[in-house]
T-cell receptor, first 114, second 113 residues
Framework: GAGVSQSPSNKVTEKGKDVELRCDPISGHTALYWYRQSLGQGLEFLIY????????KSGLPSDRFSAERTGGSVSTLTIQRTQQEDSAVYLC????????????FGPGTRLTVT | DAKTTQPNSMESNEEEPVHLPCNHS???????IHWYRQLPSQGPEYVIH???SNVNNRMASLAIAEDRKSSTLILHRATLRDAAVYYC??????????????FGKGTHLIIQP
């Protein structure tokens, strides 16, 4: 079946611009996660959605970052007034439940802020 | 999540077994041990998980020490496609905290042909 998809696969933007990254989770998965991976760094958890509950935003690095999940499915990660340090691969994952056994990751969106 | 310690890198030969160690001395009684791997230029991929007993699936085996303070991921017959960074992660059941995975540095596994 279809896995997690993300778009765009690559995004180059100028410093100060806003960007939106999209994630389509696996159908039926109630939990959705955003992570980012900077060059040479490990994966960093950003935000977590579970069903209709309020998202856990504890990992968001600043108030320039926000995310929405519409209809319990598609999610959008928005970065406002991008900075060069925002350059990273942004990964989305979904799972069957809050404490599910595994998370399925998408291929990621590579964001470059110039 | 409790901390895990893994070697930075390991090297093995193709078609030989690989044993990837992970230390987690501060593990709590309810923490599950999960393994993910990340192939070059791809998102992480789930490998296996366990709580107390050893586990086997089509990808690997997980051997958990009796005191649960360490575990070993076993690839029975490594292929070139198994070259990746392997992450050992402890996950607690929901307790009001974030359910995101906490990735460490992992072990960079190199497979020689």
């Amino acid at each position: 079946g279809a896995g997690v998809s993300q778009s765009p696969s690559n995004k180059v933007t100028e410093k100060g611009k806003d960007v939106e990254l999209r994630c389509d989770p696996i159908s039926g998965h109630t939990a959705l996660y955003w992570y980012r991976q900077s060059l040479g760094q490990g994966l960093e958890f950003l935000i977590y959605f579970q069903g209709n509950s309020a998202p856990d935003k504890s990992g968001l690095p600043s108030d320039r970052f926000s995310a929405e999940r519409t209809g319990g499915s598609v999610s959008t990660l928005t970065i406002q007034r991008t900075q060069q340090e925002d350059s990273a691969v942004y990964l989305c994952a979904s799972s069957l439940g809050g404490f599910s056994y595994e998370q399925y990751f998408g291929p990621g969106t590579r964001l470059t802020v110039t | 999540d409790a901390k895990t310690t893994q070697p930075n890198s390991m090297e093995s030969n193709e078609e030989e077994p690989v044993h990837l160690p992970c230390n987690h001395s501060t593990i709590s009684g309810t923490d599950y041990i999960h393994w993910y791997r990340q192939l070059p230029s791809q998102g992480p991929e789930y490998v296996i998980h366990g709580l107390t007993s050893n586990v086997n699936n089509r990808m690997a085996s997980l051997a958990i020490a009796e005191d649960r303070k360490s575990s070993t991921l076993i690839l029975h017959r490594a292929t070139l496609r198994d070259a990746a960074v392997y992450y050992c992660i402890l996950r607690a059941p929901l307790g009001g905290g974030a359910d995101g995975l906490t990735f460490g540095k992992g072990t960079h596994l190199i497979i020689q042909p």
